[in-house]
C-alpha cells in the first residue's frame, strides 16, 4: 500500500489535484479539469490512481461524481513515515553514542 501512495504523490499532476481538492473541497471532475489543459478523461486517470492508493475519494451527487481528500489515506501514509524517522532517529542515536564512546 505504501508504494503505491508514494508513486501517487510522485506526479507533479496528481499533487496539483491533491492541492485544489484541500484548498477547495470537493470537486468535480469537469472543475478540476477547469483550466488545467487537460482533458476529463486525463483528470479521472489520475483521481483513479489517487483513489486506488487511498488519497482521494468520490461518491455521486445527481449526475456529477465529487472527489475530495480521504483523510484515512493520508493518516496511514503519515504513520508509516512516522515510524520510519523514528526507526531513523534509534539509528542515528546509536551511532552517535558508538562515535563518542
Known amino acids: 500500500m505504501h508504494a503505491e501512495v508514494f508513486a501517487a504523490l ?5 499533487l496539483g489535484l491533491i492541492r485544489r481538492l484541500g484548498e477547495g473541497g470537493p470537486a468535480s471532475t469537469v472543475r478540476l479539469s477547469t483550466g488545467t489543459g487537460m482533458t476529463r478523461q486525463a483528470v479521472t486517470k489520475h483521481l483513479n490512481m489517487l483513489g486506488r492508493a487511498r488519497l482521494v475519494r468520490h461518491r455521486r451527487q445527481g449526475r456529477e461524481t465529487l472527489w475530495d481528500i480521504d483523510p484515512e489515506g493520508f493518516d496511514a501514509a503519515r504513520a508509516f513515515i512516522d515510524a520510519m524517522s523514528r526507526q531513523w532517529d534509534t539509528r542515528l542515536e546509536a551511532l552517535r553514542q558508538f562515535v563518542e564512546d
Do not use: L, P
Request: a negative charge; aromatic letters at 0%.
Open 10 to 14: 510522485g506526479d507533479e499532476t496528481r
